[in-house]
């Protein structure tokens, strides 16, 4: 299988830093997307990865390492509207997501 | 706009009865994806085209299902004789692709379905 590993829940309260680790299988993979997604709505994009190290976009960032298979997405300054589901998905061979369950964030003030 | 939009966004459905969804992608994009969601789940892979031909589908995509793309832009996805299962979110996405590389998929609104 590509399993993807993500935890369920987490929370933080508002100005924290949040970090959000994903897993996945290393064999035929090609990259890593991160999705943000409010509940009743579509996933909105985040980053991608696809080389080893960090992508910094603004408050967001997001870390891969390709023989760990390991990424996380770091979320600085956290404000109420960051309260939402983080979805973590890899392309394997093919251009096709598959996506881990998400991640929920409860931001709290 | 000129966003992923799919049409209905609301479906309530008898079961037995056939539905038909909408996909209109942006307008330059080549690929277009299906997805399916459940409630506290990820989304889950249903098919994908390049242009007009189907390039893969999911073993969770059961002789019930279809999806077309008859000229390479809107696509609709037909669930037949629909089971209490199939109520989900109906997720369709795009993207442009050039050889090998993954690029981002914009996702649309949805179309939530709810079998009864």
């Known amino acids: 299988g590509q399993n993807i590993d993500q935890p369920t829940e987490m929370t933080a309260t508002e100005g924290a830093i949040v970090q959000i680790n994903c897993t996945y299988q290393?064999?035929?993979?090609?990259?890593l997307f991160w999705y943000q997604q409010h509940a009743g709505e579509a996933p909105t994009f985040l980053s991608y990865n696809v080389l080893d190290g960090l992508e910094e976009k603004g408050r967001f960032s997001s870390f891969l390492s390709r023989s760990k298979g390991y990424s996380y997405l770091l979320l600085k300054e956290l404000q109420m509207k960051d309260s939402a589901s983080y979805l973590c998905a890899v392309t394997y061979n093919t251009d096709k997501l598959i996506f881990g369950t998400g991640t929920r964030l409860q931001v709290f003030p | 706009d000129t966003g992923v939009s799919q049409d209905p966004r609301h479906k309530i459905t008898k079961r037995g009865q056939n539905v038909t969804f909408r996909c209109d992608p942006i307008?330059?994009?080549?690929?277009l994806y299906w997805y399916r969601q459940t409630l506290g789940q990820g989304p889950e892979f249903l098919t994908y085209f390049q242009n007009e031909a189907q390039l893969e589908k999911s073993r969770l995509l059961s002789d019930r299902f279809s999806a077309e793309r008859p000229k390479g832009s809107f696509s609709t996805l037909e669930i037949q004789r629909t089971e209490q299962g199939d109520s989900a979110m109906y997720l369709c996405?795009?993207?442009?692709?050039?050889?090998?590389?993954?690029?981002?998929?914009?996702f649309g609104p949805g179309t939530r379905l709810t079998v009864t």
């Open positions: 996405a795009s993207s442009w692709v050039k050889g090998s590389s993954s690029y981002e998929q914009y």
């Open positions: 307008s330059e994009h080549n690929r």
């Open positions: 290393t064999s035929g993979f090609n990259g």
